[in-house]
């Protein structure tokens, strides 16, 4: 592969001629394995950061461990609050969340905030719940039989929350989180990010923020603004919006919208949005000419994303490659859909790996028939929905290598993909996604000189070894990036 100004400028097999390699400064990666440089497609960008600053709880396994981390945090505690993150009743014996008296009893003074690991619900205590605003009517506010609040929030609640939190990180901060994020990147051979950045409070500044220093990073942005403030971001040139934006929540807190009840408990999850309110958004970011994305889980909120893209955009919305993040739970009619409107699925191959398969999240959410129909990739991919890659970072990891091992190793064998697909996902497919196709995802003249150089081959080490598989450098434009210790 011969590079010149950032380019591949030819691709051959065997010696390079010397007519060709005269003067030319040569690496040897010879025992080594080139790929595209990876790119992962769906990343809470300044929540990656934070991942680096706040507690983690992600390890708890015993209820007490997950008190004794917080307690040990409180007393070492550098800022104004108390932010943890990864939190899984999942992993504990009883499920159990820490309660508002739980919390009370390590600190009534500073302001504690658990994140679930999918960000869908929270535990707080009463100084958080004073200090973030929320209050005892909000829905989503979990209350005991005596009518008092718990400290566990879904829903609005914990939207509400959620954002109280980040609003009390100083811009140093968030451009700490930011370069912080984008070094994660490139420690997995990741050079392209699809960051969501954002949130739908107008006040918000993150967005101008990530446009102004985006330049400062090691890895190229694919920014995607989480607002439904279409004049904001045309006017940032920006050409996409909307990201993760919720339409319904998560399978593991109870909140995907559901065509049938759960499993494990009552409801069927919830819609966030009204179909008049969300294709009045899509038909004025349409409109504008701007690529859409939203988080649609659960069938109803796949459903209603498809049925309101087609009232806004009509046959229109294949030429703008508007996506559904997850789309976890799609019917065989959602298929077709997605297929006759262009659509185009961003899938997180990970969440399989580590909540599907017999006894996992999924199966005791969903029922075992249920769960077997979760993240369908063989059945999409042989319908010819265009699938790319993601982590959901902070999640899962932002390691695209996991993702592709996961996409092979699925434990519905059913629905595994090859490792080709897998690789895909996270390259060729996701630069499709952004439009970027014409530039990089593949290796061949006249593209990018993008790439990331593996210690294996995933085509040649058993599948179960994939995850393994040591990054040895990265490559942008022709340019090494040194990796961080």
């Avoid at 592969?1 to 400064?25: C, F």
């Avoid at 917080?70 to 505690?77: E, F, G, N, W």
Wanted: proline share 6%; net charge negative; with cysteine.
């Amino acid at each position: 592969m011969i590079l010149s100004d950032g380019v591949i400028e030819r691709l051959g097999r065997g010696p390079v001629p010397e007519s060709l390699a005269s003067g030319l400064p040569e690496l040897d990666h010879s025992k080594e394995t080139i790929l595209p440089a990876l790119c992962d497609c769906h990343v809470h960008f300044l929540e990656t950061g934070l991942l680096e600053i706040d507690l983690d709880l992600g390890q708890a396994t015993r209820f007490d461990d997950v008190l004794e981390l917080i307690l040990d945090a409180s007393r070492a505690l550098p800022g104004p609050m108390l932010r943890a993150h990864s939190f899984d009743p999942d992993l504990l014996p009883d499920g159990r969340y820490p309660t508002r008296d739980d919390l009370d009893a390590i600190s009534s003074d500073v302001p504690i905030f658990i994140r679930r690991r999918d960000g869908h619900s929270c535990a707080v205590n009463s100084r958080a719940m004073n200090v973030l605003g929320v209050s005892d009517d909000l829905p989503g506010v979990e209350k005991d039989e005596a009518g008092r609040p718990t400290g566990v929030l879904r829903l609005e609640a914990n939207g509400v929350a959620a954002l109280a939190s980040r609003d009390s990180l100083t811009r140093d901060e968030r451009i700490s989180c930011f370069h912080a994020a984008a070094w994660k990147a490139v420690r997995r051979g990741i050079g392209v990010v699809h960051a969501l950045v954002g949130n739908k409070d107008p006040n918000d500044s993150d967005i101008e923020l990530i446009v102004e220093i985006q330049d400062q990073l090691p890895i190229e942005l694919v920014v995607f603004a989480q607002t439904e403030d279409v004049a904001r971001v045309a006017g940032l040139g920006l050409p996409r919006i909307g990201g993760c934006l919720l339409l319904d929540g998560s399978f593991s807190s109870g909140t995907a919208a559901l065509a049938e009840p759960y499993a494990d408990r009552e409801g069927r999850g919830t819609l966030y949005y009204t179909d008049d309110e969300l294709t009045g958004f899509f038909r004025s970011a349409h409109e504008r000419g701007l690529q859409l994305s939203v988080h649609a889980l659960g069938g109803r909120a796949i459903g209603q994303a498809l049925a309101c893209y087609e009232a806004a955009c009509g046959h229109d919305a294949a030429s703008s490659r508007h996506r559904i993040e997850h789309c976890e739970l799609p019917s065989a009619a959602h298929i077709a859909s997605i297929l006759r409107l262009g659509i185009a699925p961003c899938v997180q191959p990970t969440f399989e790996l580590m909540w599907g398969g017999p006894g996992g999240m999924m199966e005791k959410r969903l029922g075992a028939a249920r769960a077997a129909r979760t993240n369908p990739y063989r059945t999409l991919l042989e319908a010819g929905v265009p699938l790319a890659g993601g982590s959901d970072s902070y999640v899962t990891p932002m390691d695209s290598l996991l993702g592709i091992h996961a996409a092979v190793n699925r434990p519905n064998e059913a629905e595994r993909t090859s490792v080709f697909e897998a690789v895909s996902l996270f390259t060729r497919a996701a630069a499709w996604i952004s439009f970027d196709e014409g530039r990089r995802g593949t290796l061949e003249p006249g593209k990018e000189a993008s790439f990331v150089v593996l210690a294996d081959d995933p085509f040649e080490v058993s599948q179960s070894g994939i995850r393994e598989i040591a990054v040895r450098d990265l490559y942008r434009n022709g340019r090494r990036i040194a990796l961080p210790t």
